[in-house]
């Protein structure tokens, strides 16, 4: 296998329990350089945590991460990191892009202000070569106009496509979106899935909770289906949808389609 063919992301065995409630069942997941993935799933099945795990914010209690071929191993026996390796994990976590549900812009920052803050206060960016850049993404998205407005002025499809902005400023290597799109009124959907597709159109490597499976039909390469904290069905999106093999993911989609 040549480097270019490595996957970028790449988790093995993963586990996560809450108290007893076991929310990962061990899972294996590899995503490939400007691949996008979309995972579906009923509520409860552990995407959110899938991600959160990748992502480092939750800590499994088992299992491996590789981010850029970087790996973080977890303690199979008592719930503990070895030797958490920090300078490690906020690196990992800097090539990841994240994107949730509920926006979590900074309420009390302009959309500008949103933008240009990770880049100047974690990367040292100068404040002009930080403007310029959010100007370029805030354009991207079809917002320059805004770039003086508070947050609480904006619809919410409006706000997430300044959430994506925001993380897009932090050039990492891969975006993680959480439901972007679920706490949108039907009428803002459409802008923030089109400025993931042409996120997907330039190559970028996405992983994507989600329940438009239009969207993932269209613009995924692959689609992962979790049920119960175990991946039941992977493959491409037009197979997995048409023709899942899985009974309880026929059941699933069923409900969804
Ligand atoms: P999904 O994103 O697929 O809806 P989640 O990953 O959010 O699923 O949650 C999976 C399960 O873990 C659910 O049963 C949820 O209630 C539980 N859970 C998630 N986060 C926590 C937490 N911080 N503490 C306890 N239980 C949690
Ligand atoms: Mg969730």
């Not at 491996?64 to 958490?84: A, K």
Request: proline residues 5%.
């Amino acid at each position: 296998m040549t480097a270019a063919q490595q996957p970028i992301i790449r988790a093995v065995g993963l586990r996560k329990a809450f108290g007893n409630l076991e929310v990962l069942k061990g899972i294996d997941l590899e995503v490939a350089q400007g691949e996008v993935l979309c995972i579906l799933g009923p509520s409860g099945s552990g995407k959110s945590t899938l991600l959160r795990c990748i992502n480092h914010l939750e800590v499994p209690y088992g299992g491996y991460v590789w981010v850029d071929g970087q790996i973080i191993g977890y303690d199979l026996q008592g719930g503990v990191l070895h030797e958490l390796p920090v300078k490690r994990l906020r690196a990992q976590q800097s090539q990841l892009g994240m994107v949730f549900q509920h926006f979590n812009l900074f309420a009390h920052r302009t959309v500008l202000g949103n933008v240009i803050e990770g880049p100047m206060v974690v990367r040292g960016l100068s404040r002009p070569a930080a403007t310029a850049r959010a100007m370029d993404l805030l354009e991207m998205v079809g917002l320059a106009d805004k770039a003086g407005s508070w947050p609480a002025q904006l619809s919410g499809g409006q706000k997430q496509r300044v959430a994506i902005a925001r993380a897009l400023a932090m050039e990492p290597q891969v975006m993680l979106f959480d439901e972007p799109t679920s706490a949108l009124d039907p009428e803002l959907v459409g802008e923030v899935l089109e400025v993931m597709r042409r996120l997907a159109d330039t190559g970028t490597t996405m992983i994507i909770v989600t329940h438009e499976i239009g969207f993932a039909r269209d613009v995924a390469d692959r689609v992962v289906v979790m049920i119960d904290g175990e991946i039941r069905e992977t493959g491409p999106a037009r197979k997995v949808l048409a023709n899942p093999a899985d009974p309880r993911v026929r059941s699933f989609l069923g409900r969804v389609l």
